[in-house]
């Protein structure tokens, strides 16, 4: 049992399980996004608030086009609101975090060969040309 409570109180577990929570409201926040402000913004520059409509019937078999169409629509409009909204910030937010300030640098190219010699070199190892200091 002391195994089973270790486990569940490990930090990789607890964040797993707050991060499936607040993915599920999120789901629910980004839907509405779509379904509400977005879908209707979309109807209204196509002039056709819903395509579930578009159908054809071959053998008595109909086709909902329409259907499969919104679901696009609805995909990509979730898809561009998550990367516009939380991946484009997240990833600038952690690529200022992580900024390094450049290296020392210990080499430099010959002028001739455009090999990497040792920034200190009088002549370059390949070319044996002469190297200003």
């Not at 209707?40 to 019937?57: C, E, G, M, N, Q």
């Not at 919104?70 to 952690?94: C, K, R």
């Not at 060969?113 to 009088?122: D, F, L, Q």
């Amino acid at each position: 049992m002391q195994g089973f409570k270790q486990f569940l109180l490990r930090g990789n577990v607890v964040d797993m399980a707050v991060g499936i929570v607040v993915g599920a409201a999120f789901g629910t926040v980004v839907s509405s996004f779509v379904k509400d402000l977005l879908t209707p913004f979309l109807a209204a520059i196509v002039r056709k608030p819903d395509f579930s409509s578009i159908a054809f019937t071959i053998n008595k078999s109909q086709f909902l086009i329409g259907d499969f169409v919104n679901a696009i629509v609805s995909f990509v409009l979730i898809a561009a609101a998550v990367y516009f909204a939380v991946v484009l910030p997240v990833n600038t937010l952690v690529s200022r975090m992580h900024h390094q300030p450049p290296a020392d640098l210990t080499t430099k190219k010959c002028p001739e060969c455009i090999s990497e010699i040792p920034i200190e070199a009088k002549r370059c190892k390949f070319c044996t040309s002469p190297q200003t200091a």
